[in-house]
């Protein structure tokens, strides 16, 4: 089974403007991490943003907001006045404390293009 | 402060070859991670260390890859014979240690067996 879902292979935004990208999880692990990260043409994996699963709020780091919804398994990104240099993959991943040692589950990924 | 070193960057070997590649991690992270990524796919753990010993190592295909970290550093991963569906990006990332939630990761190596 998909441990972890990102539905769009390709997202367009207008610079300036803000993007979700989407991201659903499925465990039965009650301790877990959601991670996103951000992978540009060069190749390097990019931490951007974390969650753990008994957080209360919503992670925010600068730009970037996790938008955390527990009982429906989601963990949307969003980015905020988009960026040129925003332009890359983003990678969703998932780390179960528990059932799978502590290893990095990640998904497809969306391909971010932002438009001048 | 310095980021996980990987090389080499880029490599290309024909099928039967064996190739190697090396990690040094974040200065004090007792945990080291070797990933696979296929082109247009997620990375996939292949193996993880803390310090020195293996953690994990349920998704190395073991009849030709193989990983040490003798000194519970750096890291070497090899792939002896390489085949044709070895081409990927490789990834090294580490974390302080397996309960530390972020793994950094370094810049990667890719790989393409003719």
């Known amino acids: 089974a998909q441990k972890i879902t990102q539905t769009q292979p390709g997202m367009f935004v207008q610079e300036k403007e803000a993007v979700t990208l989407d991201c659903t999880y499925d465990?039965?692990?009650?301790?877990?991490?959601l991670f996103w990260y951000k992978q540009p043409s060069s190749g390097e994996m990019i931490f951007l943003i974390y969650q753990g699963s008994y957080d209360q709020q919503n992670a925010t780091e600068g730009r970037y907001s996790l938008n955390f919804q527990k009982a429906r398994k989601s963990a949307n990104l969003v980015i905020s006045a988009s960026q040129l240099g925003d332009s890359a993959m983003y990678f969703c991943a998932m780390r179960e404390l528990y059932n799978q040692g502590g290893k990095l589950i990640f998904g497809q990924g969306t391909e971010l293009s932002v438009k001048p | 402060e310095a980021g996980v070193a990987q090389s080499p960057r880029y490599k290309i070997i024909e099928k039967r070859q064996s190739v190697a590649f090396w990690c040094n991690p974040i200065?004090?992270?007792?945990?080291l991670y070797w990933y696979q990524q296929i082109l247009g796919q997620g990375p996939k753990l292949l193996i993880q260390?803390?310090?020195?010993?293996?953690?994990?190592d349920s998704q190395l295909p073991k009849d030709r890859f193989s990983a040490e970290r003798l000194k519970g550093v750096d890291s070497t991963l090899k792939i002896q014979p390489a085949k044709l569906e070895d081409s990927a990006v490789y990834l090294c990332?580490?974390?302080?240690?397996?309960?530390?939630?972020?793994?950094?990761f370094g810049p990667g190596t890719r790989l393409l067996v003719l």
């Open positions: 260390f803390q310090n020195n010993g293996v953690v994990d």
């Open positions: 200065s004090g992270h007792a945990t």
């Open positions: 990332a580490s974390s302080l240690d397996v309960r530390e939630e972020t793994q950094y």
């Open positions: 465990t039965s692990d009650p301790s877990y991490g």
